[in-house]
């Protein structure tokens, strides 16, 4: 494939600095001391460089899984050769549930090439995978797992690029507040990990700020109908509600709000309900629905990329979900930090200290991507907060 729109990763490697840089040189020594696959990864000449990325690739909310991991075989695509080898992104369906995200992590440790992981996408299916990746020492960079104690406990695998479900939750309640003067709001969630971790961040914020809280409600995923439970929420005479969790049931919640005499009642979520897949859901009762986004700003790179991903996949980025710029970025990252420590043996294998690898993501530092300048401090990798956008005329805009 050409490579006339990627010279801007000539400048991302160049501007990658990485700590473990100098514990490259040890690797043959490290290797061959101990062969055992969880200290080192051995590719044998003629094999590929294997980054495993794990997300929901099916059912409701594929429209994640599909958008991050085409933007990561574009950075695989982008990376060519190293020394005779080549990368490649193999892609597992987790459902978005944390029995798949276990499932996945124990498939990918089971695989002795796999160096790394570009995942998990959810934070259920993150917190079920995170062990089994930590005994295997797999370094993680997730896209979108968001939930904020993820990077917490006995483990240092795990990394992310997104804002946190603290952020997050901090800044919409701030949105809601300040700038769009709401003082009554119901708060839902559909009881995931993610979603009920914003909304409760959201409560717990907005009331600090003065907000009262007039309900709050917990819906079941996957379902089609929530009229009881937002009838009750009508009795209670909010101006808004505020709604943690993905876009199918964001979409099941807007069409439903009318029919429970909540017609001038505002309805604002979190970035799992925004892309173009609850436009879609939603219809009409899209319109005036406001939510948060991660999308990056302008930029030469973006529009490159921008363009050339519009190109290869008919849909712009950013169409069916906010992540995909980040999808692009965790796998060039990777697959960055993976040529700093490998050693190419006399032997023509590739020699991967997995430590060494682990230290490699933990400490990236500059890294000048599409999502911005990311540097990872204990797993997290970007100190951003979101935007917000709005529907208006079928579209999400800038309000």
Known sequence: MSKRYYLFSLVIAVSLILAACGGAAKAPDVCAENPDETVCAVIEEGSTIKIGYAGPMAGDYSAFGIDISNAGLLAVDDAGEFNGFTFELLIEDTQ??????A???NLYVSDPD???IAGHTFSGSTAAAIPIYNAARLPMLSPSATKADL?????????????????QGQFAAEYLYNVLGVTKLAVMHDGDAYGKGVAERVQEVYMSLGGEVVAVE?????ETDYSAVLTDIGASDPEAIYFGGYYPECAVIAQGMPVAGMEDVLLFSDDGSYGEAFIELAGPHAEGVYAAT??????AAKAEFDAYFESIYGDPPGAIST???HGYDIVDALIQTIKSVAILGDDGNLYIPREALVEAVNGLSGYEGLTGVLTCNGGECNASGPSFQVVQDGAWVIP
């Open 96 to 101: 978005g549930s944390g029995e798949g995200g």
């Open 103 to 105: 499932s996945v992590a």
């Open 114 to 116: 796999v160096v790394a």
């Open 151 to 167: 990077t917490d406990g006995p483990q240092n695998v795990f990394n992310r690029i997104p804002f946190t479900d603290d952020l």
């Open 218 to 222: 917990a819906v079941t995923p996957g």
């Open 294 to 299: 991660g999308a990056p700003l302008d930029s």
């Open 323 to 325: 992540f995909t710029w």
